[in-house]
């Protein structure tokens, strides 16, 4: 649990680059480990890439706890560490990192694909950042996203005031990114209307945008090497199935799954919650046994089934590890800030209620059904999932009643 509060950088009036902002961009955090792998770094690149494919790689699964050294070959500036352990960022199989990182020194897109709260946005972040060293070019796809979003606008006052010329052209993060040869990320592309998800088509296959209303070589963009998609799609909202298959031949897809090993979920869980924390100046220790209760039941009711083999009725609500985070960090600020509360296993079914009761009335009714089929059973033999089982009047309380 939460045990003390310390002052967190930005209280001590200390000015970082990521201190004055709530969260700051996957560049800030790893710029240590950015540097160094780049000092490092002695393969071939692709043209445009800032990392060769194998410290890419390194930079988003980590490099197994052991420390990276500069071959003898390379001499590092001054300032830089001589061995550098690299953090694992994703959480999840090397091989589809390999394939992503295949797929984009190559002529077609990436998609990440997979159920909510499965890292995709973080791994698209992870892979821009490595190959570009930015990944701040960024669509955000909504229903109301227009062509403009995908390729290039124009500041009105000036269109009219002067006309059409390079001054006046506003261009998308897409644009900008053919122009300098960078990774351009595309959230939740298929959230987009279809005509202008199909912008990207002759983008994708031709690598040049046409501008028809400049002349000469301003016209047309060609894009740089190192330019290329990064889009993300999430299979509950608008699905694939309704993306045109001229544009999906234009995509390698992978899917991201959710985390296979539970341990590893739960340092997962344990260790982002914490950085969460951090990140608002508290200091947090969690309580183990809380963790392990906490993922169990996310792994449950995402499975429909235990480790036991018993089956369970999986809610409507998506149990997404961003999810678990999420309620870990809360119970543990919750510890922070109201420092009588000493039980933290007391706040999870709160908690979980806030997770599955979104818009399915019926999910009450899985949670109690969850409580007395496996809680139940384990709690014969369990001193913290009796303790589960003795909370379940929590969930039968209306979160908004008196
Ligand atoms: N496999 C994983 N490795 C590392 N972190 C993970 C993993 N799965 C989930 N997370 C956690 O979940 C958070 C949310 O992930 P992210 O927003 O990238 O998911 P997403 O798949 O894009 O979700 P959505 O479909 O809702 O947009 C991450 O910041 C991280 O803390
Ligand atoms: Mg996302």
């Known amino acids: ?9 930005r209280a001590r009036g200390e000015s970082s680059p990521s201190s004055d902002v709530q969260l700051a961009s996957a560049e800030v955090r790893y710029a240590q480990e950015l540097e160094f792998l780049r000092a490092i770094d002695d393969a071939a ?17 980590g490099t197994r706890g052991e420390a990276a050294r500069a071959p003898a070959s390379v001499k590092l500036p001054a300032g830089l560490p001589k061995s550098l352990v690299i953090a694992t960022k994703f959480v ?11 797929t984009l020194a190559g002529e077609r897109g990436l998609m990440l694909v997979g159920q909510p709260g499965t890292a995709k946005s973080m791994l698209g972040e992870l892979l821009a950042v490595a190959i ?7 669509v955000q796809g909504t229903a109301g996203a227009s062509e403009d979003h995908m390729r290039y606008g124009w500041n009105y006052s000036m269109l009219l005031d002067r006309g059409p010329r390079p001054e006046a052209l506003v261009p998308s993060p897409v644009l900008t990114a053919m122009r300098e040869g960078k990774l351009v990320r595309i959230e939740e592309l298929t959230r987009c209307l279809p005509e202008v998800q199909d912008g990207l088509i002759s983008l994708l296959s031709e690598r040049r945008l046409m501008i028809p209303e400049l002349d000469g070589e301003e016209g047309s963009v060609f ?11 999430n299979l509950r909202d608008r699905g694939v199935s309704e993306m045109s298959a001229a544009l999906k031949r234009r995509f390698n897809f992978e899917t991201v799954h959710p985390i296979a090993d539970p341990q590893q979920e739960i340092e997962l869980v344990r260790s982002r919650a914490v950085s969460v ?8 220790e969690l309580d183990a046994r809380l963790l392990e209760l906490l993922v169990t039941t996310f792994r449950d009711l995402r499975d429909g089934n235990t480790s036991e083999g018993w089956s369970v009725e999986r809610p409507a609500s998506v149990m997404s590890t961003a999810e678990a985070v999420t309620i870990a960090a809360a119970i543990a600020r919750q510890g922070a800030f109201f420092p009588a509360q000493r039980d933290p296993i007391s706040l999870l079914p709160g908690h979980l209620l806030g997770v599955v009761l979104k818009d399915n009335v019926e999910d009450r009714e899985r949670l109690l059904a969850y409580w007395d089929g496996p809680v139940r059973r384990r709690s014969e033999n369990d001193a913290h999932w009796k303790r589960m089982y003795e909370l379940r009047n929590v969930l039968e309380e209306s979160p908004t009643g008196p």
């Open 92 to 102: 999840g199989s090397r091989a589809l990192v390999e394939r992503c990182v295949v």
């Open 277 to 284: 924390l951090s990140e608002t100046g508290l200091t947090a």
């Open 223 to 233: 894009a740089r090497p190192g330019f290329n998609i990064v889009a993300t799609a």
């Open 132 to 138: 570009s060293g930015s990944s701040g070019l960024t």
């Open 1 to 9: 649990m939460a045990k003390k509060k310390t002052a967190s950088p």
């Open 45 to 61: 690149r692709p043209p445009g890439w800032m990392l060769s494919p194998v410290r890419v790689v390194d930079f988003i699964c």
